[in-house]
Structure formats: C-alpha cells, structure tokens
C-alpha cells in the first residue's frame, strides 16, 4: 500500500463509452500526475497537476479529459476512446518542486477498449 | 535531448546468482537518479535513489546501485536474486532541481529468475 488508491482496477469498456478512472491520495503531496504505460513502451507522462492547478498536457488526445477537484483527488474521463488507448494508466503523487522528490504510484488500471 | 538508456529489456538469472541491470543516462551538470520496480499487476514503487553523497546507494530487498559521472551511469545489483525478484525494472532520472514531473523514465527491465 503506496497512500496512493486507483479505481477502477480494471475496467473494460466500448468506443462509445464514457467512463472515469479515479484517483485519491491522502500523503499530504501537492502534485498528481496521470501516466501511460504501454507494452514494450517507457511510461507516457500524460498529465501534472499542481496545486489543483494542471501545469503540464503532453499532447494528449482531447478524448482524454482530466479533473483534479482538491490536491487529493484527480480523475480521468474517458469517452469514444480507441483500442490502441488499451493500457495500464497509473496515477502518481510527490511534493513537488522539491529537490530529489519520488513519487508514489497507484496500482495502476488496466483498461481495455473493444 | 535527455534520455534515460536500458539497454537489456530481459535479463534472465538462476535463483542466487547475482545480477546488473544497466542504466546510461544523457549527460547533464545536476541529476537525480533512481530505481522503481513494478511487479504484475501493480503500479511503482521506489527501490533507492541517488541525490548526492556516496556513489553506492543500497536500497530495498538488498539492491543497490552505484552512480558513475564519468560513464553518466547508475547500474542497479543485487549479489544474490530470489524468485520474488521476478518483475520489471526502470531506471529515471530528474534533470535540474526541477521536480518529480521532470523524470524521464528508461524502456524499463524485467528480470526472470528461475528456480
């Protein structure tokens, strides 16, 4: 158990589907991040939100949505997503800006789209 | 541009032999290096880190890694594997007192160890 919570574990869903992947933290960090990580690939940085703030989006498709309500919560909204989008997005948390700062992962879900 | 290199994508190892899974790194005045591990089904989780200080830093589960400057490498050991070792591997690096969101991951190694 890392302080970091993501659920769904796994989620399956169609191309014309909307769902939200959901995750909450309770480390006291004030900086959240989405990532990608797909086989035989590095892991994809997708979004960073600071302070509920989003500071980063790494051209990522607008069929991928992100909400960060408060520094514990941040979601990913999903719809009409493409079967390459199938992977392991895992959500991570740290204090950022501080100097050699690790973040601490979810386990992750494995989402697959038919 | 900043790349973090693994070279080995499988390293396959007998039950107590001892391993290295190689990390290079692009060259910079002010890195951060580290090591996650990621068994099946789970998401990260940190092995050690290196900011300063000595170059062999000895983490969890009896691994450790050793940062060269000269060869801008951080090799990650461990003298003797277990089969609960089995998982992948990824080396990082923070470039600059930039933060967490500034890690640039490696490709990732994943270690078989059989009995």
């Known amino acids: 158990e890392t302080g970091v919570t993501q659920t769904p574990r796994h989620l399956v869903m169609g191309m014309t589907n909307k769902k939200s992947l959901k995750c909450e933290q309770h480390?006291?960090?004030?900086?959240m991040y989405w990532y990608k990580q797909s086989a035989k690939k590095p892991l994809e940085l997708m979004f960073v939100?600071?302070?509920?703030?989003?500071?980063e989006n790494n051209s990522v498709p607008s069929r991928f949505s992100p909400e960060c309500p408060n520094s514990s919560h941040l979601f990913l909204h999903l719809h009409t997503l493409q079967p390459e989008d199938s992977a392991l997005y895992l959500c991570?948390?740290?204090?950022?800006?501080?100097?050699?700062?690790?973040?601490?992962f979810g386990q992750g879900t494995r989402l697959t789209v038919v | 541009a900043q790349s973090v290199t693994q070279l080995d994508s499988q390293v396959p190892v007998f039950e107590e032999a001892p391993v290295e899974l190689r990390c290079n790194y692009s060259s910079s005045v002010s890195v951060y290096l580290f090591w996650y591990v990621q068994y099946p089904n789970q998401g990260l989780q940190l092995l050690l880190k290196y900011l300063s200080g000595s170059t062999l830093v000895k983490g969890i589960n009896g691994f450790e890694a050793e940062f060269n400057k000269s060869q801008t490498s951080f090799h990650l050991r461990k003298p003797s594997v277990h089969i609960s070792d089995t998982a992948e591997y990824f080396c990082a690096v923070q470039y600059g007192n930039t933060g967490f969101q500034k890690l640039v991951f490696g490709t990732g190694t994943r270690l078989l160890v059989s009995p």
């Open positions: 939100y600071n302070f509920k703030e989003q500071t």
């Open positions: 991570a948390s740290s204090q950022d800006r501080v100097r050699g700062s690790e973040a601490f």
């Open positions: 480390l006291g960090h004030n900086a």
